[in-house]
């Protein structure tokens, strides 16, 4: 069974730009997270969809945004890109709500310039 | 504010021995602690979890040890191997899962 696969796997983006990051869960599995990763804040939970809606946000700003379409997969994105966007965003899946395990995908690592 | 307090920042431990991490928290409605480890270039893993009406368990040499009352849990490894040399989060949540708050992470070295 294939993991969580997440595209690109990195990217460069300019102060003030949009991007968009894509997640594939694993075959099954509903539930889709996002996940920042950085070394001064470690893993902040960005916010999670289920069947296509979402169920629980973080505490991040307005810019950053999401979705899941009715394969499962999903999309996140970061508008007006700031220096501290720079980081490490991690999706992970689960079969459905409230059973605890995540699997997390490698990731895609996003530098801000 | 929903925190979790994970010590030490980084630990060095030689093989065999035995390395102990700690995470605290303050949310009494957290009921999933599960610890995560990471290797370089790759996402976290689960590893293995706890909830509050159990105060230990293990799974092969890796053991969680649960204070309810003490809102603090830890993770021991046993006989530990340079394989082990990781990164390590415990986080944890209400709802099974949902919203999981992480630990600032343990860098874990193990020498031959």
């Known amino acids: 069974k294939a993991g969580v696969t997440q595209t690109p796997r990195y990217l460069i983006k300019t102060r003030g730009q949009q991007v968009t990051l894509s997640c594939s869960p694993i075959s099954g599995h509903r539930s889709v997270s996002w996940y920042q990763q950085t070394p001064g804040q470690g893993l902040q939970f960005l916010f999670e969809y289920f069947s296509e809606t979402q169920r629980n946000k973080g505490n991040f700003p307005g810019r950053f945004s999401g979705r899941q379409f009715s394969n499962s997969r999903s999309e996140m994105n970061v508008s007006t890109l700031e220096l501290g966007d720079s980081a490490l965003y991690l999706c992970?899946?689960?079969?459905?709500?409230?059973?605890?395990?995540?699997?997390f995908g490698e990731g895609s690592r996003l530098t801000v310039l | 504010q929903q925190q979790v307090k994970q010590s030490p920042q980084s630990l060095i431990v030689q093989k065999g021995g035995i390395s102990i991490i700690n995470c605290a928290y303050e949310?009494?409605?957290?009921?999933?602690f599960p610890w995560y480890q990471q290797f370089p270039g790759k996402g976290p893993a689960l590893l293995i979890a706890i909830r509050p009406d159990v105060s230990e368990k293990k799974e092969g040499r890796f053991t969680i040890s649960f204070n309810k009352s003490a809102k603090q849990f830890s993770l021991h490894i046993m006989d530990s191997q340079p394989g082990d040399s990781a990164t390590y989060f415990c986080a944890a949540s209400g709802n099974a899962g949902n919203m999981l708050t992480f630990g600032g992470g343990t860098r874990l070295m193990v020498k031959p």
């Open positions: 949310n009494t409605a957290f009921d999933y």
């Open positions: 992970a899946s689960r079969q459905v709500l409230d059973t605890g395990e995540l699997f």
